[in-house]
């Protein structure tokens, strides 16, 4: 097999940068040309090196990092529409046009109503409430979608990338075939679909909304009814709370945000109680009606809530659903995820998948990761794994939480003997406005090595502290870093660095020596 060098350029400058994915480094034209050249004669017999299906987070970023390399490379995406469906989606994928940057930009927008509230502490006063016009919000919140959709067109054509508009077809190992119309061949095909929201099968679910819809409501209604626990769920019920709305949220267990710490968990839950979300926890749903004014009705194995909305947000599924996929014989596991090796290869060696469509890791930072690792395996020569390890993560309620590394449930079952910080304090800003805000840090801390293996945070900023303490977090820094840091005052920050005695110590193994009297004895 030939391989293609990868190429070093000289550093370049470009007339804007997005914040959410800069330019490749662009070569003189008769480099490139040369490049693509030898790549041609070496895969004569194919239309391009790469075909990538999707060109959300991952998509793109492995596909034009794959042209820098000096490989031919396509895109297929289906046109733009707000609501994804099986003839729509649009260059950005979920994250910048219906998952992470719409919702932020709502959550800002929602934020607004504490802000004002804290000011009244600080000597602001209003002759009259604000008010908030919702279709001035969608309006702007879809300009800049559109905004964002040249940019990441404009990210593929500098990077020589070829974009077909379209929903592709796996027709065989090396065929892809666009709207049932053109066929197209590559050495490669590279799957980066991503994932859609599911609903449960029960009667009345075409009366409800996902967050796609939710992203993208006319009006913002008076009522809704949220069915789920995860962070989707959490971050939309923050949302339409914060702009008015009656906020109800179902859940079928006792806590939200399965897989988080348990005290964020429990946290979390209060502070967003004390705001006004209303929890129904241990209610499963089991029907959705439609009443005669129009009006919902939700059933629960407990309850019914009549409300103007009813929003699921139960989980997302790979959207693997006639890609083609099962005709070759790729491998497909729960939920029609894309079963790919440690290098994001599938079962059929041309087959790559990175992405939602895997299940494996799914957010937008873990794709884009998993996006230049195959590019660099497949075309830089240089083979790379994803690093999966000490993933920093935000869940953007109100308060916000902000986490990497191991739980305290996690730690204790890997590690066995740990010791548990903790801080829960009122933050200056409360002390004059007045409202009950609350934060929380905790931090575990390996007995063994005095390593900290995870920061857990919820309260204002939580996301923007994390990113730091996760550098820290990855390098496999000690207690005594942490401790030996001088702390930024006055800021919720500097309880990381501050917090000097254990709130616990959990001993799996009786013979292990307290950390402190490890290092005294030394």
């Keep these: ?68 390399f000096g490989a031919r490379v396509a895109v ?102 666009v709207s049932g119309k053109e066929k197209y ?5 590279l799957v980066a679909v991503g994932g ?10 075409e009366f409800v909304i996902t967050s796609d819809h939710a992203l993208d409501l006319p009006a913002r209604p008076e009522k809704i009814c949220i069915v789920g626990a995860g962070y989707i769920a959490l971050e939309f019920a923050s949302i339409f709370n914060g702009f008015g709305s009656e906020v109800h949220v179902f859940l ?11 005290e964020i968990r429990d946290f979390v839950a209060d502070q967003m109680a004390a705001k006004g979300v209303k929890f129904h926890f241990e209610e499963s749903p089991e029907a959705v009606e439609k009443c005669p004014d129009g009006s919902l009705l939700l059933r629960t194995n407990k309850s019914t809530e009549k409300t103007k909305c009813v929003m699921f947000a139960t989980g997302r599924a790979p959207n693997t659903k006639n890609l083609g996929l099962e005709d070759i014989g790729v491998r497909l596991g729960k939920n029609g995820a894309i079963m790919v090796d440690e290098y ?13 469509v ?83 840090i905790k931090m575990i801390v390996d007995c063994a090595t005095g390593k900290v293996v995870g920061v857990h945070m919820c309260g204002e900023d939580a996301g923007e502290i994390l990113q730091g303490v996760g550098i820290a977090v990855k390098a496999g820094l000690t207690k005594d870093h942490f401790d030996a840091t001088v702390g930024i005052h006055p800021t919720s920050a500097e309880e990381i660095v501050t917090m000097r005695s254990p709130t616990r110590k959990i001993r799996e193994d009786a013979e292990v020596k307290d950390r402190d009297q490890t290092t005294a004895s030394g």
């Excluded at 061949?185 to 095909?189: D, Q, V, W």
């Design 344 to 356: 994001s290869k599938s079962n059929v060696d041309s087959i790559w998948a990175v992405g939602d």
């Design 1 to 68: 097999m030939v391989r293609i060098a990868p190429f070093c350029s000289r550093s370049g400058s470009s007339a804007w940068i997005s914040r959410w994915e800069s330019p490749a480094p662009r070569r003189s034209s008769s480099i490139r040309f040369a490049i693509r050249a030898m790549a041609a004669s070496a895969s004569h017999e194919f239309d391009y090196d790469l075909i990538t299906i999707g060109a959300g987070s991952g998509g793109v970023r492995a596909s034009r990092f794959a042209a820098n």
């Design 185 to 189: 061949t590559a050495k490669y095909i």
């Design 196 to 205: 859609r929201s599911t609903v449960p099968d029960i009667p009345g679910k």
């Design 358 to 440: 895997t299940n494996r890791t799914n957010l937008t930072p873990v794709a884009l990761m998993e996006g230049m690792a195959f590019s660099k395996t497949v075309f830089g020569d240089r083979p790379t794994k994803p690093d999966y390890n000490n993933i920093p993560s935000a869940v953007f309620t109100q308060p916000p939480i902000g986490t990497v590394g191991l739980t305290e449930e996690q730690a204790i079952k890997e590690l066995r003997n740990i010791d548990v910080y903790t801080s829960s304090f009122r933050p200056m800003k409360a002390t004059l406005s007045g409202l009950s805000d609350r934060t929380f």
């Design 76 to 177: 297929v995406e289906l046109p733009f529409a707000t609501i994804s469906s099986d003839e729509a989606g649009g260059v950005g994928g979920t994250c910048v046009l219906r998952g992470c940057v719409p919702k932020k930009l709502l959550v800002y927008g929602s934020s607004f109503a504490h802000e004002f509230d804290e000011s009244k502490g600080f000597g602001w006063s209003y002759d009259s409430p604000p008010r908030h016009d919702w279709k001035t919000l969608m309006k702007n919140k879809n300009t800049e979608l559109q905004r964002l959709i040249g940019v990441y067109k404009s990210i593929l054509s500098s990077a020589g990338v070829t974009l077909v508009e379209g929903r592709g077809k796996i027709l065989d190992a090396h065929t892809v075939q």
């Design 252 to 262: 079928r267990g006792p806590k939200v945000l399965r897989g988080f710490d348990d």
